[in-house]
């Protein structure tokens, strides 16, 4: 297969993976490329994402590697041999990459967790509410540079609105659901439409409240997106300096493990969204 001169982030996971495994057998990449019938560059640029495989030659691997997880093999290939062309794609050139590879990671995804403080989840927004959030970045964008980030976001929203939805679960602080990004008006209709999605049965709401004693996680916000198999899992942690996508296993796990400490001391599902509908009411 011809060389690649930009890999996606789902690519690189795939060569990532391919590397864990090689490491796992105690293979130098030389030792790898002499068992495939290769060189090592050409391990180098699979590993990097910059060659596509076969099945065949990702079983092959997977054989050389002494890999006996198949749940996870089958997993490599369907990522190999995936020919997906997305929504996503309407954006090349005119967003940045990350956009792009969070979009095909969701879309991917067996089910999303979020964790939000600060914000309403991306998810959730309405697309004023998003298209505010967006407009108050600095060094302030173009209205057309916010129009297309707000359209992205809600073309997201397909993830858990489209015939395919996953199960989603979001645990939101009463912060992020006080804090008026917008008027009173669009504020209201935010909480509304938090409160109209919370009733689908694949969609879980959760609230912090503010008079929750013994809170210190109010730096956990993250989003989680659930892979075939947990090893493909992905956590995604945004910054000032951008968004990042994490998949060592040891983050994963602590990941999943804060998700469920933080859901642990939520209100349930019906008493958040009376709490919601309370807030809606003071507007």
Same mark, same amino acid.
């Given at each position: 297969?011809?060389?690649?001169?930009?890999?996606?982030? #789902?690519?690189?996971?795939?060569?990532?993976? %391919?590397?864990?495994?090689?490491?796992? /057998?105690?293979?130098?990449?030389?030792?790898?490329?002499?068992?495939?019938? &290769?060189?090592?560059?050409?391990?180098?640029?699979?590993?990097?994402?910059?060659?596509? %495989?076969?099945?065949?030659?990702?079983?092959?691997?997977?054989?050389?590697?002494?890999?006996?997880?198949?749940?996870?093999?089958?997993?490599?290939?369907?990522?190999?041999?995936?020919?997906?062309?997305?929504?996503?794609?309407?954006?090349?050139?005119?967003?940045?990459?990350?956009?792009?590879?969070?979009?095909?990671?969701? @879309?991917?995804?067996?089910?999303?967790?979020?964790?939000?403080?600060? @914000?309403?989840?991306?998810?959730?927004?309405?697309?004023?509410?998003?298209? /505010?959030?967006?407009?108050?970045?600095?060094?302030?964008? /173009?209205?057309?540079?916010?129009? %297309?980030?707000?359209? @992205?976001?809600?073309?997201?929203?397909?993830?858990?609105?489209?015939?395919?939805?996953?199960?989603?679960?979001?645990?939101?602080?009463?912060?992020?659901?006080?804090?008026?990004?917008?008027?009173?008006?669009?504020?209201?209709?935010?909480?509304?439409?938090? %409160?109209?999605?919370?009733?689908?049965? @694949?969609?879980?709401?959760?609230?912090?409240?503010?008079?929750?004693?013994?809170?210190?996680?109010?730096?956990?916000?993250?989003?989680?997106?659930?892979? &075939?198999?947990?090893?493909?899992? &992905?956590?995604?942690?945004? +910054?000032?300096?951008?968004?990042?996508?994490?998949? +060592?296993?040891?983050?994963?796990?602590?990941?999943?493990?804060?998700? #469920?400490?933080?859901?642990?001391?939520?209100?349930?599902?019906?008493? +958040?969204?009376?709490?919601?509908?309370?807030? /809606?009411?003071?507007?």
């Amino acid at each position: 297969m011809p060389r690649r001169r930009q890999a996606s982030a #789902r690519q690189e996971r795939l060569g990532a993976e %391919l590397r864990k495994l090689r490491e796992a /057998a105690g293979l130098k990449g030389r030792e790898a490329a002499a068992l495939l019938g &290769t060189d090592s560059a050409q391990v180098s640029q699979t590993e990097a994402g910059l060659a596509g %495989l076969s099945e065949a030659r990702l079983r092959r691997m997977a054989t050389q590697y002494a890999c006996a997880d198949e749940e996870l093999i089958d997993a490599l290939v369907a990522m190999a041999t995936d020919r997906t062309v997305g929504w996503w794609e309407k954006y090349r050139g005119l967003l940045p990459t990350m956009y792009l590879d969070l979009a095909e990671v969701e @879309h991917h995804a067996t089910y999303r967790h979020d964790i939000e403080f600060l @914000h309403v989840p991306g998810l959730l927004q309405t697309e004023d509410y998003a298209r /505010a959030v967006f407009s108050y970045q600095v060094p302030a964008r /173009a209205e057309e540079d916010v129009e %297309l980030r707000a359209r @992205h976001r809600m073309d997201r929203r397909v993830i858990i609105e489209g015939p395919a939805a996953v199960p989603y679960k979001a645990v939101i602080h009463e912060a992020a659901l006080r804090i008026r990004v917008g008027d009173r008006p669009a504020v209201r209709a935010q909480l509304n439409r938090v %409160l109209e999605l919370s009733e689908a049965d @694949h969609v879980t709401v959760r609230v912090i409240p503010f008079d929750l004693d013994g809170f210190a996680g109010a730096g956990s916000a993250m989003m989680y997106v659930g892979g &075939t198999v947990p090893k493909l899992d &992905t956590a995604v942690r945004d +910054s000032p300096h951008g968004t990042t996508l994490i998949d +060592s296993e040891a983050q994963l796990v602590a990941s999943r493990t804060l998700f #469920r400490k933080v859901e642990a001391v939520a209100l349930e599902p019906e008493r +958040s969204r009376e709490f919601i509908h309370a807030l /809606a009411k003071e507007l």
